[in-house]
């Protein structure tokens, strides 16, 4: 209601109305689960990229960014012996 969404106060009130109905049907609960849906994130990936996904989802690496900014940048580098593959 104050602006701070950047959105125009029919759309606001619409998402608002939306979020209200689902929460009364009881399908905006927070699990709280958040390691499962971190690896969840990872089931999709091929099997040579799974496991650095894995790796960085349990908080190997650095971290940048924020969501508040856009987004979370989470960097893993894996050193890979010469003759074994890797990007080209």
Not at 19 to 29: D, F, I, T, V, Y
Not at 43 to 72: F, I, Y
Request: glycine share 16%.
């Amino acid at each position: 209601m104050n602006g701070n969404s950047q959105q125009d106060r029919a759309t606001c009130m619409r998402e608002a109305g939306a979020a209200k109905q689902e929460s009364q049907r009881g399908n905006l609960r927070d699990s709280g689960d958040y390691r499962a849906n971190e690896s969840k994130r990872c089931t999709a990936l091929p099997a040579a990229e799974k496991a650095d996904c894995e790796r960085r989802a349990n908080g190997e690496g650095s971290v940048s960014g924020s969501v508040g900014g856009g987004g979370v940048v989470r960097e893993l580098v894996t050193p890979v012996p010469a003759g074994q593959g890797g990007s080209k």
